[in-house]
């Protein structure tokens, strides 16, 4: 801008310049031209007086830098200051003759066909009939301008720089105050009262900016914010597979190295399954993919991005289905176990049952199998009572919370099992070091001791022990059942509070155990906030611990 108005500036001023030039020049020339012609009727009046006044030779008549002729009435040449008369053509014909003839006066301009230069004529009659013309060079404009500029190139040339330096400091003084203008706030601007209108309009459009950006950087803050702590994987490509948008919970799914935007998608990933996933969703279909990261099991569903009917990206949603699939695998393996557990017993009913239809079975056999029905269908019925007691642990049901007494509880168990221990030899043991005061449901904490104390007498020797313990570690009751017995291999100790696990299979179906007994009393202590713990030696015996927030 400041060299469009320099520009601009300095050719207006030069042009005007050469034009006032130009014009001066002419208007000059012609006044010029005017004075030399009245100067030289002057000089011709002059001439002419001096040869009234009896001058008896006219080349004694001379004037510098003028030609004098004297021309007979008939044309010829009586004299000539500046050339030899003789050689002269007859003049009679001339326009400033003729003139003088008519008129007593003549005049004329015209190129010199003796000098071949431009000359002003004034020609006069005298008394004695003769004419008396004056000549003097008129010349040209062109070597009149050239005659004026040159003593005159200093000056236009210092005139030059001067125009050039005037219209930089115009063009500057035009273009700082805009340059200088506070384009946060425009309307405040007073140097240009013909700006206003579109400063205001700047500073209208300013705020709507300012506001768009502000609302845009706030929902892209919100969407940082939401995405950030989402626990699914989030990822926006292109067309070429350049992340646009990705979260920290998409690399962190796959325990990949953190990417930002800019890098390929496939460095959070890099598996067939991942890759055709994208693939399929750049080419413009939903694709969904099931990848086995070891540690986890993700679920990836891209879907593209369509853009007037062409896709231009992809959108890449990863969910941890880990849990989900560990629950749809327990949910087949309990349906499977539990169908097999049933079709045991039922199977063995059905047999008896069958064997007694028939009849031709002596009074004591009959006997035999009534006992082996009986203890079959309490085995079915201790088993569906586990079952309803685990799903309604599993759905969350509400307890009754109150303090109860972890020691008063644990005598009331070792009471009702006293007798079954001592019909498998076994010695109860409890010993109390607190009142173990906790916030929970006594039924809970009742069938939590129950199951405990009833698998150290069931899975104990002749002559083992079984005992309670119930201390207290600062701010926790601690509850310990222990027992000398068979102890777990190591290999199982994981997989004991499984659901229908059974270390010993045949022992456990003997002694009447469902499988469920460990998995009710993990569900009741996570339900009644506390940790449990399992020590185990082959051999050697059993000790379980579990810890509750003291009340």
């Known amino acids: 801008m400041n060299k469009r108005i320099f520009q601009t500036v300095f050719l207006s001023i030069l042009l005007t310049f050469f034009l006032v030039l130009g014009v001066s020049t002419f208007v000059f020339y012609t006044e010029y031209e005017e004075r030399i012609e009245s100067d030289l009727l002057s000089e011709l009046r002059f001439l002419e007086a001096a040869a009234g006044n009896g001058v008896s030779d006219i080349s004694d008549i001379s004037v510098p830098g003028h030609r004098v002729t004297l021309i007979a009435p008939d044309g010829n040449i009586l004299f000539e200051s500046e050339t030899d008369p003789s050689g002269m053509e007859n003049h009679l014909q001339r326009p400033e003759v003729q003139e003088a003839l008519m008129y007593g006066l003549g005049e004329d301009t015209r190129e010199s066909g003796t000098l071949l230069e431009n000359y002003h004529y004034a020609a006069v009659m005298l008394d004695d009939g003769n004419i008396l013309r004056l000549a003097v060079p008129a010349g040209t404009i062109l070597s009149f301008v050239v005659e004026m500029l040159l003593p005159m190139s200093v000056i236009i040339i210092i005139l030059l720089f001067f125009f050039a330096w005037y219209s930089m400091k115009a063009a500057k003084r035009i273009t700082d105050p805009i340059n ?159 169908s097999h557990e049933l079709k045991t017993p039922l199977t063995s009913i059905s047999g008896f049952a069958e064997l007694l239809r028939n009849g031709g079975i002596p009074e004591e056999t009959v006997k035999d199998f009534g006992k082996e029905i009986y203890d079959e269908s309490q085995r079915l019925i201790a088993l569906v009572h586990d079952i309803i007691r685990l799903s309604k642990l599993d759905e969350g049901g509400e307890h009754e919370e109150e303090r109860v007494s972890i020691s008063e509880i644990a005598s009331d168990v070792i009471s009702r099992l006293r007798k079954r221990a001592e019909t498998m030899s076994v010695k109860l043991e409890l010993k109390t070091e607190d009142p173990g005061f906790i916030n929970g449901s006594g039924l809970l904490v009742d069938e939590l001791l129950t199951n405990l104390v009833d698998n150290a007498i069931k899975y104990n020797k002749k002559g083992g022990t079984a005992s309670v313990f119930v201390s207290r570690d600062d701010s926790e009751i601690v509850l310990s059942v222990r027992d000398n017995g068979i102890g777990i291999p190591d290999e199982d100790k994981d997989r004991v509070f499984e659901r229908f696990y059974r270390v010993d299979k045949s022992r456990s179906r003997a002694s009447g155990g469902t499988g469920l007994g460990l998995s009710i009393v993990r569900h009741s202590v996570i339900t009644l906030n506390g940790t449990i713990a399992l020590q185990s030696k082959l051999g050697e015996g059993t000790e379980i611990i579990v810890r509750f927030p003291a009340a």
């Not at 289905?321 to 749809?328: L, P």
């Open 180 to 338: 200088n203008i506070d384009l946060e706030h425009p309307e405040e601007s007073e140097e240009y009262e013909e700006l206003s209108p579109l400063l205001y309009r700047i500073a209208k459009q300013q705020a709507t900016i300012r506001e768009q950006i502000e609302s845009a950087e706030r929902r892209s803050r919100e969407f940082a914010v939401i995405t950030d702590n989402m626990a699914e994987g989030l990822a926006v490509i292109d067309k070429e597979m350049r992340l646009l948008s990705v979260n920290r919970a998409a690399f962190m799914l796959f325990d990949a190295e953190e990417v930002k935007a800019g890098d390929s998608v496939l460095a959070i990933n890099r598996s067939d399954a991942f890759s055709a996933a994208i693939s399929e969703a750049l080419s413009g279909k939903r694709s969904e993919a099931l990848i086995d990261n070891k540690t986890k099991m993700l679920q990836v569903i891209a879907s593209p991005v369509f853009e007037y009917a062409a896709v231009t990206g992809a959108v890449i949603i990863i969910m941890d289905i880990t849990e989900k699939s560990e629950r749809e695998k327990l949910r087949r393996e309990f349906t499977a176990n539990v």
